[in-house]
């Protein structure tokens, strides 16, 4: 039997794996609702989830939003997982912190000296956390399909392809999609993509 693990994005839910149980039919569906925000924290919590659902079920088949596809992409979980679906991933976090930074008028020197800066736009920076996404890039070999909005502004198109070209992913974009898949238009895309692929 097949089990879905639900990862969901930042200020999510595991109740959002609810949604997932009219598609996946004959599969358990199950969200995880992890307890830290760091890559190398989240990451160990997820190996560790799908560790233990490698031994109650045949397959482990990865459904992550958002940041949550970031912090998989940092677990070990090649070999693990069957296969995953990604929406609105977040493939390159060291530009988005270069990004926020800009956005937020934050020099590197100013960063490293302070350690973590809060914004006015409700994230903090952090120079731990840019530091370790420098010096761990991420390896991802499972096979992997990404839904993609036209309208994302955390992620351009051209980093998206790149990611999917060097990992062997299969892209898909919605014209007019955001990062946040929520309109009932957004939504039956991407049920209509996970059930054609």
Known sequence: MTVILYIHGKGGSAAEAEHYKAIFHGAAVIGLDYKTSLPWETGKEITACVEKLKKQYDDVVLVANSIG????MNGEL?????KAYFISPIVDMEKLIVDMMAWANVTETELQTKGTIST???EDLSWEYLNY???HPISWNV???ILYGSEDKLTSLA????FTERHNAQLTVMENGEHWFHTEEQMKFLDNWIMTN
Request: charged fraction near 30%.
């Open 69 to 72: 596809a970031f912090f998989s």
């Open 78 to 82: 090649e070999g693990l997982v069957k």
């Open 120 to 122: 006015e736009f409700g």
């Open 133 to 135: 996404v420098r010096t």
């Open 143 to 145: 096979s992997t399909k």
């Open 159 to 162: 980093t998206m392809e790149e």
